[in-house]
């Protein structure tokens, strides 16, 4: 066994109703007067968090978008200064949390996040943003928040369409993870628990929105699979979702939602100690297949012709999926994508 470690610093607040404690972690931060960010569809929840810890609401954002724009970052950027802001309060999805963490990599400013969906960008060191029209990553231990503040009471608002895919987006991060080039013994079973749990809730959840108990499981499934996405590489899942969500801009979880049975079913034979994990995570006999049972039930969309492609799109989209790939347990041939396109295209089971 030989491994590389690193655990990223954080501290995390796990639990129903733990919204209560905003207040005083905004003060173990030393934060006085935040920025709030939210989307302008949750600008009433963040409005009422507001209320609650009075003055340390500095000015409210509701103008985070997905992607990231800079636009936008710039345009936080000016109401921090307005109030001279000394902290980030983030309240919503992986776009809220992408704006918070843009304002702390160019000022250095504390974060306190509070997620509401099962994006997990809140554990990661990573950044995503876009100029005119063009996704960037970046890697910078600045953008890791300090804090972060799990409280399934948020996230059950989630209409089944937009917490299926989401959480069947923090699977994905969980099944690369398990094949990754880098993976270790701590990590491997965070994301076999995670899978474990979402794989439980997610069913749960589609069954009955608004179910606290499976909530609180999705959300700790998603909290893992968070620290999976920051500490390894991602694989094909994770490239073939940025180049079809870049390409023909579509919506994050819902094309995370769609592939990964399609990627997993790729490494099959590639990665035979991550599919066994997989599988005994889901309680069935083969990983891929468990994970497309799991997506038909929670994934919104359920082919790419129904996400809007046309069968001359896939052709493209191949070419551009293999440059400049990711370490993969497969090799990435432009003949094996173009297959697995092709049946996300058809929504056949890989
Ligand atoms: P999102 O944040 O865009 O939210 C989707 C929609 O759902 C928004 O309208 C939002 O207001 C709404 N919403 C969020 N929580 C809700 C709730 N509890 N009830 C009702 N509505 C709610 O979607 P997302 O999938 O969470 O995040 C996607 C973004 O996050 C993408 O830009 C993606 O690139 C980024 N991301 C980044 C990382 C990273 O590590 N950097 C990881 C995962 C995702």
């Not at 936080?76 to 902290?87: I, K």
């Not at 923090?170 to 398990?178: C, T």
């Not at 499976?214 to 180049?243: D, N, P």
């Not at 297949?289 to 001359?312: F, N, P, T």
């Amino acid at each position: 066994m030989e491994f590389t470690y690193n655990a990223h610093p954080s501290r995390v607040i796990f639990g129903p109703g733990s919204r209560s404690r905003i207040g005083e972690e905004l003060e173990r931060l030393g934060i006085e007067r935040a920025i709030v960010i939210s989307t302008p569809e949750q600008s009433g929840l963040a409005a009422e968090i507001a209320k609650t810890i009075g003055g340390r609401a500095g000015i409210m954002y509701p103008g985070a978008a997905q992607h990231t724009p800079t636009n936008v970052t710039e345009s936080a950027l000016q109401a921090v200064s307005s109030v001279r802001a000394d902290g980030c309060l983030a309240i919503g999805g992986g776009s809220t949390t992408g704006l918070s963490k843009a304002i702390a990599y160019r000022t250095d400013l504390p974060q306190l996040i509070v997620p509401t969906t099962f994006a997990g960008s809140e554990m990661t060191p990573i950044l995503g943003q876009t100029e005119h029209g063009r996704k960037t990553t970046l890697n910078s231990p600045k953008v890791l928040p300090e804090t972060v503040i799990y409280d399934p009471e948020l996230t059950v608002t989630m209409p089944a369409f937009i917490s299926g895919p989401s959480g069947m987006n923090a699977i994905a991060h969980s099944v690369e993870a398990l094949y990754a080039k880098d993976r270790n013994p701590i990590i491997s079973m965070m994301a076999a628990d995670s899978i474990r749990a979402l794989g439980a809730a997610l069913p749960r959840l589609m069954a009955e929105p608004a179910d606290r108990d499976a909530h609180s499981e999705a959300l700790y499934g998603a909290w893992l699979a968070g620290c999976c996405l920051g500490a390894v590489g991602m694989a094909i899942h994770h490239k073939i979702c940025h180049t079809l969500g870049g390409m023909f801009n579509l919506n994050h979880a819902d094309i995370h939602a769609l592939m990964i049975p399609y990627t997993a079913a790729y490494n099959r034979d590639a990665a035979p100690q991550a599919m066994v994990q997989i599988a005994r995570a889901l309680g069935t006999d083969d990983g891929p297949h468990g994970i497309y049972q799991l997506s038909q039930r929670a994934a919104s969309k359920r082919s790419l012709r129904e996400m809007g492609l046309v069968e001359a799109d896939l052709d493209a989209a191949a070419d551009q999926a293999v440059q400049n790939p990711y370490y993969n347990p497969r090799p990435v041939t432009r003949e094996g994508v173009r297959d697995m396109l092709q049946a996300a295209f058809d929504g056949r089971a890989p």
